[in-house]
C-alpha cells in the first residue's frame, strides 16, 4: 500500500498558476505510475494526469491538455501537478493516486492507492 499526501492547493485567480504536490511512501517510488484526478461539488470524479512508473509519457485529460503538467522527483518521491492558465471550471478537490503497473491509466480502477485531496479555488 502507498500512501499519499497531497499539498499546494489554495485560491487563485482566473489566468494564474498553482503547483500541487504529492508526497509518497511506503513502495518504492519507481514502481508505480501515479496520476491526479479531480472532482468538483455534484460531478464525478475526473482523470486529470497521468504519468508512468519511471517517468515518461505523461498524458493528460481533454480539459487541461496544453495547461498543466504532470512531473516526478524520485529523489524526493513526489509528484508534481503545474497548473497554468486556470479557469474556474477548474475549480475541484484535486486527488493524487498510486497505481499498479508500469504505465499510468486514465479510469480510476487503474489506480490502488489515493490520498486525502486538497482544494482548488479559481476566482473569476
Known amino acids: 500500500q502507498v500512501q499519499l499526501v497531497e499539498s499546494g492547493g489554495g485560491l487563485v485567480q482566473a489566468g494564474g498558476s498553482l503547483r500541487l504536490s504529492c508526497a509518497a511512501s511506503?513502495?518504492?517510488?519507481?514502481?508505480?505510475?501515479m496520476g491526479w484526478f479531480r472532482q468538483a461539488p455534484g460531478e464525478e470524479r475526473e482523470f486529470v494526469a497521468g504519468?508512468?512508473?519511471?517517468?515518461?509519457?505523461?498524458h493528460y485529460g481533454d480539459s487541461v491538455k496544453g495547461r498543466f503538467t504532470i512531473s516526478r522527483d524520485y529523489a524526493k518521491n513526489l509528484v508534481y501537478l503545474q497548473m497554468n492558465s486556470l479557469k474556474p471550471e477548474d475549480t475541484a478537490v484535486y486527488y493524487c493516486?498510486?497505481?499498479?503497473?508500469?504505465?499510468?491509466?486514465?479510469?480510476?480502477?487503474?489506480?490502488?492507492?489515493w490520498g486525502q485531496g486538497t482544494q482548488v479555488t479559481v476566482s473569476s
Open positions: 493516486a498510486a497505481g499498479h503497473g508500469v504505465g499510468a491509466g486514465s479510469s480510476e480502477r487503474d489506480f490502488d492507492s
Open positions: 511506503g513502495r518504492m517510488f519507481s514502481n508505480y505510475p
Open positions: 504519468v508512468s512508473a519511471i517517468g515518461i509519457t505523461p
